[in-house]
């Protein structure tokens, strides 16, 4: 690899790998933040710590749209460099902040006040680091190089089930309830000022520059322009990401509460059963790309998003039949290899769904709807599921995301390539 296409790599993963370093950890230590910060009569408070968390994924939505106006307009680059600083700064805020304790209501308001900041920049990370990076190599490689994305997000979820781990082994359960459960977010906004140096120094996308060099006048209008003449691309996107987000956000994000909570387990189990399910990933995201670079993306992505539907119900029932470290480190591998096969390609996927003066503006609306809606919104959901159907309603709401998914993708996907042709043409 080219020391510039190195450069280029790091540069856009390394926002990726910090957003999920940070949910990650918001979702490890949930049950502390909701005492924390949302002091309240039963499963109220837990409640209200995920409803705070969706609430950054509310803005992601605006940030899409801002953020991926501006890097249609000005560059992925200068998109980028902005965007690790906003990252760094709303990590560090729920690191910072004072408990409900000490300084009343201000210190929910700030922590939803970090998430909102922290959405709105993290709204446009994904589809300007994509962009980037996809358009530096050549259209046979891109669902390698774009599944490097989802790599990063497993190195975040190491990142933070290791800390997570060290900090819980290292410290007394009053240590860690008191101030060390902070640690992780504090550590992780170091990565801000890193990032911010990589990504200054990096050079613009050559696709974008030839784009430039062609149609010197920038378009005033990239939101307009993918709702009027891309509106089917962006449904198909939404279909290609539902059935991994609401994958990655049970198993990576909600089921530490879920095994504390419904299971009765620790948590140090889920978090040794991440920290090696998401070290997989890692190699297991790369390798999706590459099949989908030899075999299609598409034929990978239908028969992977099957499984996922066909699966979801033995795995939970398996765990909640007797539950214990072994069942649910065996549920997280089966799921976790499904689910790195499943995303390495969406990256690349989503790229080729919209033409290089829109791309980051159709990517970010439609990954930040998808994964608000499907993503963000699943501990909650489930959370108010579970009364109704029980322990088995992650299962379920699995299940539902990949029908649906298959069902959007199967009816968009031949006009998003007519769209897209003739946009090209």
């Known amino acids: 690899m080219k020391p510039d296409l190195r450069c280029v790599v790091v540069a856009s993963v390394i926002g990726n790998g910090l957003e999920w370093f940070?949910?990650?950890s918001y979702g490890y230590f949930a049950t502390i933040i909701a005492h924390v910060f949302f002091p309240a009569a039963g499963s109220l408070s837990l409640v209200l710590t995920f409803a705070t968390f969706a609430v950054g994924f509310i803005a992601r939505p605006i940030g899409g749209i801002l953020i991926g106006a501006f890097a249609d307009r000005h560059g992925r680059k200068q998109a980028l460099t902005l965007l690790i600083g906003f990252m760094a700064v709303g990590t560090l805020t729920l690191g910072l902040t004072p408990s409900y304790a000490q300084i009343g209501v201000l210190a929910p308001a700030i922590v939803v006040l970090g998430r909102i900041v922290q959405g709105i920049s993290i709204g446009g990370e994904f589809a300007s680091a994509t962009a980037l990076l996809v358009e530096y190599v050549p259209p046979q490689r891109r669902m390698l190089f774009g599944s490097f994305q989802m790599s990063s997000q497993a190195v975040g979820r190491v990142c933070a089930a290791g800390i997570g781990l060290v900090v819980i082994s290292s410290f007394s359960p009053a240590a860690v309830h008191g101030w060390a459960w902070r640690l992780p977010f504090l550590i992780g906004a170091l990565v801000g000022p890193f990032g911010f140096y990589i990504r200054y120094r990096m050079a613009e996308s050559p696709a974008y520059q030839a784009m430039q060099a062609q149609t010197p006048e920038r378009s005033r209008a990239?939101?307009?322009?993918v709702l009027t003449?891309?509106?089917?691309?962006?449904?198909?996107?939404?279909?290609v990401i539902l059935v991994g987000t609401a994958t990655t956000y049970v198993w990576n994000n909600y089921l530490p509460s879920y095994v504390v909570h419904q299971l009765h387990l620790p948590l140090a189990d889920d978090l040794a059963g991440v920290l090696i399910t998401s070290g997989l990933d890692i190699f297991i995201c790369a390798l999706g790309g590459w099949l989908a670079d030899r075999f299609g993306a598409y034929r990978l992505f239908f028969g992977f998003a099957v499984i996922a539907a066909c699966t979801s119900y033995p795995l939970f029932h398996y765990v909640i039949a007797a539950p214990s470290f072994t069942r649910l480190l065996a549920a997280q591998?089966?799921?976790?290899?499904?689910l790195g096969l499943m995303s390495g390609p969406i990256p690349g996927m989503l790229a080729d769904l919209f033409p290089v003066q829109v791309r980051s503006t159709g990517m970010a609306i439609s990954y930040n709807l998808a994964v608000t809606v499907f993503g963000g919104f699943a501990p909650l959901t489930i959370t108010w599921m579970i009364t109704f159907t029980g322990n088995i309603a992650p299962a379920f709401y699995l299940m539902a995301a990949a029908l649906l998914s298959i069902i959007i993708v199967a009816v968009t996907r031949r006009g998003a390539r007519r769209q897209l042709a003739l946009a090209e043409a």
């Open 22 to 24: 940070d949910f990650v």
């Open 222 to 225: 990239p939101v307009r322009q």
């Open 229 to 239: 003449r891309y509106a089917v691309p962006m449904v198909c996107a939404i279909g």
């Open 333 to 338: 591998l089966f799921a976790c290899t499904l």
